[in-house]
């Protein structure tokens, strides 16, 4: 029998493959901000200088804090993952408690494991970046950036989980919505404007937040991070309580553990 493209199927695939490829164009275009942005400095400042130095350490330490990225997204790909499948099949099943079970879980386990990784990141700097490299130097930066970058990273596991569920449930619009807000609408923005921001008019933030880092360390940069974190969880909670997860209609609901009628 002769093969057909089915367009109506290819769309439904497109669609709901579409959040997790406009995620990971953000985070290039995020990556290749931030760096153009931290070269742009570089080019700025008089070279051979201590603020020179430390733009340049500020580069290669970015760098470095990539690679352990990698390594923290793959359990959070792992979470987000299990939590689109369980929910998908629980969808298809009309199983609605199921589908509202998967996603609280989904949001505890995950808010729980960023929060580990930030205590890790916060508490013990010295010893997780030594893993990498032992120059002092190098070091001094990492932590100059993830102190302000990681603050607010257990917050991210609300819109994963959001994103993933709003998959498994068959509505990528909503997942689309979520994935382009954080990263285009709000963190590459704010990766542009805060830097024109001079530092004592985010000194009130950096003073709450117990931040102790000087104005040529680029804080207005690093503060789009936990800005974002938090304005896309707050927006993430507001589209869960408008658009919830569970939309199967009652007639069709069981109860945890019940049969699909």
């Known amino acids: 029998e002769q093969i057909k493209l089915n367009l109506t199927e290819i769309k439904a695939i497109l669609g709901l493959g579409s959040p997790i490829l406009l995620s990971y164009?953000?985070?290039a275009c995020v990556i290749s901000s931030v760096n153009h942005i931290l070269v742009s400095h570089l080019a700025n400042v008089v070279p051979n200088t201590p603020a020179a130095n430390e733009v340049a350490y500020m580069i290669?330490?970015?760098g470095l804090i990539g690679r352990f990225n990698i390594f923290i997204a793959l359990p959070l790909m792992a979470l987000t993952s299990a939590a689109q499948t369980i929910s998908a099949y629980n969808y298809g099943a009309m199983a609605s408690s199921r589908?509202?079970?998967c996603a609280k879980w989904g949001i505890v386990l995950t808010c729980c494991?960023?929060?580990?990784?930030?205590i890790v990141f916060m508490g013990f700097p010295n010893s997780v970046f030594r893993v990498f490299t032992d120059a002092p130097a190098l070091i001094a930066a990492c932590i100059k950036i993830s102190s302000v970058t990681f603050i607010t990273l257990p917050l991210a596991g609300i819109t994963a989980i959001a994103i993933a569920v709003y998959q498994g449930t068959n509505r990528p619009k909503l997942a689309l919505l979520l994935s382009g807000i954080k990263i285009y609408g709000l963190l590459l923005p704010l990766l542009v404007l805060l830097p024109q921001l001079s530092f004592t008019n985010i000194s009130f933030i950096t003073g709450a937040l117990n931040i102790n880092i000087m104005p040529n360390a680029l804080t207005e940069l690093w503060m789009a991070f936990p800005i974002a974190d938090i304005l896309a969880c707050l927006l993430s909670l507001l589209i869960i309580s408008i658009w919830p997860f569970i939309?199967?209609?009652?007639?069709?609901?069981?109860s945890h553990g019940g049969n699909a009628k």
Do not use: C
């Open 60 to 62: 290669s330490a970015y």
């Open 113 to 118: 494991y960023l929060s580990i990784v930030t």
């Open 99 to 101: 589908v509202l079970a």
């Open 247 to 254: 939309h199967v209609p009652r007639a069709n609901r069981v």
């Open 25 to 27: 164009l953000g985070i």
